[in-house]
Structure formats: structure tokens, C-alpha cells
């Protein structure tokens, strides 16, 4: 959704020439340099069910899948424009040539196509929900926090990554221009988490410039 996440990482290559759109592109010892971290924070585990809520074109969401075993990838967002299957077929094509095996027989991707209210996740079928810089923009955010809390298993994990006034010098809002939307504060954040059903589980303050958080569902 956000384009935002692109400029999360200063080694990202952009070219005439690069071998997808609407992305950037990674060199393999970059993906595991940048994601390995995040994976390993996030606890991943083979064969789990993982999804990407508010995934852009799923550029990043596919780059992190090579460092991931035998899961079940679902990369969600809402427009359809930007997230083309067609598009990311060919970054699963050039990253297994670069690992020099099929990333797609590695994991199973799917593409869901979501809207501002529901997500169209499989209900209580995911070990884990990432959320990358789409948090703030949510402009229904305790429905789509309801909806996504039916869509993990009884023990599975949320992971939200953002961007929040006054952490690391932010400002009031979102400071891509293509966004603008107000920016919570961590407490606000944290508030609307456990009123829609969260327990905070785990935290970093930085993680590549960006707070982390992860949930579990409250009893």
C-alpha cells in the first residue's frame, strides 16, 4: 500500500532495466542482510502461514519470502493497480534465479485483494500478520483491527511496523507526499491495539529506523 517502504533501505537499486515493476530491487546478499534480522524478530518458522497486510506490488513481501521455508505467503492489499499477479510472478522468476532454485515451489504465494474494511484473509488461518508502514493509514482502524485479529489462529502473532509522532523526529503526519495521514503517538497506538484485542508480546524500538510490535490475541 505505502510507498514509504521503499525508502526504508538505502541499498535498494532502481533501474530502466530491472526485471519487474513497481518495486525495488534487491541483491540476494541484500534480502538476507535486511530481512534475516526482521525474520528472526518475527520467529518464523517452516511451514507457517504468513501474511503482508497492506503489501504495495508484494516486492518486499516476496524478498523476505527467500529467506522463508516451506510457507504459505499471502500478499494482501487493496490496490489492485499496484499488486498484479502478472508482476509478481516475474519477481518470484527473478529471485529464484538469483537463489538458483524456484521460490515459488520453496513457499506457496497467494495474492488477496483486500478493501478499507476487510482484509478477505482466510479466517483463523495465519501463524503470523506483518504489517509494514499501513498502520496510519488504516482509515477504518478498529474494524480493520477486528478483522484481522479473526484471521490469526488462537496462538498466531500480529507484527506492526510504522512510522509515530514524535519517535525518531517524526513529524504530526505520514511524510509521504502520496499519504499525509496523521500519525499516531506509540501510547495512542498501543491503546487502540488492546481495545481491539491485542496483547503486547514484543518490541523493538528500531528496527531499521522503525519501531516493531508484536501482539497476540488477549484473553
Not at 534480522?37 to 508484494?58: C, H, N, R, T, W
Not at 516451506?70 to 529471485?95: G, H
Request: contains cysteine.
Amino acid at each position: 500500500m505505502m510507498n514509504t517502504k521503499s525508502l526504508l533501505f538505502t541499498f535498494v537499486l532502481f533501474a530502466a532495466c530491472a526485471p519487474y515493476t513497481k518495486g525495488p530491487v534487491f541483491t540476494k546478499e541484500n534480502a538476507k542482510s535486511t530481512f534475516q534480522p526482521i525474520i528472526e524478530f518475527l520467529e518464523v518458522k517452516p511451514g507457517m502461514a504468513v501474511a503482508d497486510v497492506g503489501a504495495g506490488s508484494g516486492a518486499l513481501t516476496v524478498i523476505m519470502a527467500t529467506q522463508l521455508d516451506s510457507c504459505s505467503v499471502y500478499i494482501q492489499d487493496i490496490d489492485r493497480e499496484l499488486l498484479q499477479q502478472k508482476n509478481v510472478d516475474k519477481m518470484i522468476a527473478y529471485y529464484s534465479k538469483q537463489l538458483g532454485y524456484p521460490l515459488g515451489d520453496q513457499n506457496h504465494f497467494h495474492l488477496v485483494y483486500g478493501s478499507t474494511t476487510q482484509s478477505n484473509l482466510p479466517d483463523a488461518s495465519l501463524d503470523l500478520i506483518y504489517s509494514n508502514a499501513t498502520m496510519h493509514a488504516f482509515t477504518e482502524p478498529d474494524v480493520m483491527l477486528r478483522d484481522l485479529r479473526k484471521k490469526l489462529k488462537p496462538n498466531g502473532k500480529i507484527f506492526i511496523r510504522d512510522s509515530f509522532r514524535g519517535d525518531h523526529k517524526e513529524g504530526e503526519s505520514c511524510s509521504d507526499k502520496k499519504c499525509g495521514r496523521p500519525l499516531y503517538t506509540i501510547n495512542e497506538f498501543l491503546a487502540k491495539m488492546a481495545k481491539n484485542g491485542f496483547q503486547l508480546v514484543k518490541q523493538s524500538p528500531d528496527m531499521s529506523g522503525y519501531p516493531v510490535f508484536g501482539f497476540t490475541l488477549a484473553e
